[in-house]
């Protein structure tokens, strides 16, 4: 019952939380959010093809999203939802006393800047996490380079710089 009520209280937190990004272009837009509007209309308008741009994975839930009729703030909202979600999972994994602090400080803190502004990046760090929540261990080199490229090229599909913080880890775990 323990694990059953963490996880209703952790989808809560996520949720409120979350209900920041649905309502986000309400109360001020900043230049990311116009370029986020214009990229998902031109993909609900059939202009995906004029898409500049080597983020393919988050073009791929544009699309998604658009041809379910998704409202733009709706998904948003689902977007950083399935984003806190996940992270909070894998902060979970690594060390269940933490998640709530960790949850609470970064939706007061780096969450203004991933998740209501660079979303890409915020969905690019669950592999992140990922990657370090699966590698962290004693794994044979074979194991941990699979988990890594894997991990590292989803990632990449979502924002290229990601790539950055990947390499930079690989070495300490």
């Known amino acids: 019952m323990n694990h059953l009520y963490r996880f209703i209280l952790l989808m809560n ?3 409120i939380f979350s209900l920041l990004i649905f309502f ?11 370029n986020y509007e214009n990229m998902y209309n031109m ?13 393919y994975a988050y073009i791929f839930l ?6 379910f009729g998704l409202d ?3 998904f948003l909202w689902l977007l950083g939802f399935f984003s806190l979600l996940s992270k909070a999972y894998l902060i979970n994994l690594l060390n269940p006393r933490v998640v709530y602090i960790y949850l609470i400080i970064y939706c007061f803190s780096a969450f203004l800047l991933f998740e ?4 890409r990046i915020a969905l690019a ?3 992140y996490l990922g990657f370090v929540v699966y590698s962290s261990g004693s794994q044979s080199h074979f194991k941990k380079n699979v988990i890594f ?4 090229f989803s990632a990449y599909s979502f924002h290229a710089s990601s790539v950055i913080l990947f390499f930079a880890t690989y070495f300490l775990i």
Request: net charge negative.
């Open 13 to 15: 937190l996520c949720f």
């Open 24 to 34: 986000r272009g309400l109360y001020g837009i900043d230049p990311d959010y116009s």
């Open 43 to 55: 993909i609900s308008w059939g202009y995906a093809s004029d898409i500049r741009v080597t983020d």
């Open 62 to 67: 544009n699309q998604l999203a658009s041809d």
């Open 72 to 74: 733009f703030s709706f």
């Open 116 to 119: 209501m502004i660079q979303i």
């Open 125 to 127: 760090l669950i592999f």
């Open 149 to 152: 490229f894997t991990l590292m």
